[in-house]
């Protein structure tokens, strides 16, 4: 984890609160949909899977074939070649999933859901770089927060990268309905639709750094929850 330079809050006031007594009971449920933990570490996922084109239309993936060659590493830029190297790939429901390394965005999740994933799909498989995408998103490898700042930036939700201790302070508090932000003065994470992306193999049997999707963690104890607001 890097100092950064700063992010861009999403500020939120709270809801009013309701009486309990006017509320139905199934509005009184957690106001979050996407699971932040779990005691299960496999990723394997054999459904169905989709890619949404350059002009748009969504068409079956077809993985590349082993041994076919690939283009240069492009330091994570999201746009341009590094865009067309890693494919924007979909499938059906409200939760992200694992496939061939790379996070595959729900279809019922709202755009800027799908933007936060595909985003974070740019970076995967370069290395932990201390202080990586803090003095530019453009990084040839990235540190815990570089790697949320990167997603979220995808997304349009921040303009400038922050540290792990910013990130303490972004956003609205709490679980989000889509997004979760862990983090501390030392570390930070992310979880989306159901996938956490992260650069510590904590709880995750592969043990490989830098930025990846993993499982969900079984407890995030000691971290500050964040969500960006709305989501």
């Given at each position: 984890m890097a100092s950064g330079t700063g992010g861009v809050a999403a500020a939120g006031s709270p809801l009013q609160a309701h009486p309990k007594a006017r509320i139905a009971p199934a509005l009184l449920a957690p106001p979050h949909a996407a699971p932040v933990t779990s005691r299960a570490v496999s990723l394997a996922y054999t459904g169905p899977v989709y890619m949404k084109t350059p002009t748009g239309e969504v068409v079956p993936y077809q993985p590349a074939t082993p041994g076919a060659p690939t283009l240069p590493a492009t330091g994570g830029s999201?746009?341009?070649v590094a865009a067309a190297i890693k494919p924007q790939l979909l499938v059906p429901g409200s939760r992200a999933r694992y496939v061939n390394g790379l996070a595959a965005a729900p279809m019922g999740a709202?755009?800027?859901?799908?933007?936060?994933i595909w985003a974070g799909d740019q970076?995967?498989?370069?290395?932990y770089i201390y202080g990586g995408g803090h003095s530019s998103f453009v990084s040839p490898g990235y540190d815990c927060s570089g790697t949320v700042s990167f997603a979220l930036h995808g997304?349009?939700?921040?303009s400038t990268p922050a540290d792990s201790s910013e990130f303490m302070a972004w956003g609205s508090h709490g679980i989000g309905r889509w997004v979760a932000i862990f983090s501390n003065p030392g570390h930070a994470y992310m979880?989306?639709?159901g996938l956490r992306l992260d650069t510590s193999a904590a709880d995750d049997p592969s043990n490989q750094q830098g930025p990846r999707w993993r499982p969900l963690r079984s407890?995030?104890?000691g971290y500050t929850v964040r969500h960006p607001l709305g989501l």
């Open positions: 999201p746009v341009g709202p755009a800027v859901i799908q933007q936060i970076i995967i498989g370069l290395p997304a349009s939700l921040l979880t989306v639709a407890g995030n104890d």
